[in-house]
């Protein structure tokens, strides 16, 4: 899956802007396993009662879906680490949820590819 993002890096003490192209790859068995633990995260939420729990699940929820994003966003080719803080700088939650859309439907079709 071939990602594209507008980004700033500093050369010779200026900020310039350019486009980071990250290839992201298949999950491996840990990333299956995070990205069933963010399942089980969202259905406690769904099950929350009070107004305190649904907020300390929502908190969480957020916490760890951005922590999920910027693992999936590593697992690219050139092995570059991507952080939390880099996502939550690049992505609103809207476009998180739109990334995980796609990236369900990347490792879907790439799963059921015969090649």
């Known amino acids: 899956m071939v990602l594209t993002f507008d980004d700033k890096k500093t050369v010779d003490g200026k900020t310039v802007e350019y486009e980071r192209v990250l290839h992201v790859g298949m999950p491996k068995k840990r990333l299956f396993s995070a990205i069933m633990d963010m399942?089980?995260?969202?259905?406690?939420?769904?099950?929350?009662?009070?107004?305190?729990?649904?907020?300390?699940?929502?908190?969480?929820?957020?916490d760890e879906l951005y922590?999920?994003?910027?693992?999936i966003l590593s697992n690219n080719m050139t092995n570059e680490q991507i952080t939390s803080e880099w996502v939550d700088e690049q992505l609103s939650l809207g476009e998180i949820k739109s990334f995980?859309?796609?990236?369900?439907?990347?490792i879907s079709g790439e799963a059921s590819s015969p090649n």
């Open 39 to 62: 399942q089980e995260v969202m259905e406690q939420s769904r099950q929350s009662q009070t107004a305190k729990e649904k907020r300390e699940s929502n908190d969480r929820m957020i």
């Open 67 to 71: 922590d999920l994003t910027a693992k």
């Open 100 to 106: 995980f859309e796609q990236y369900v439907k990347f």
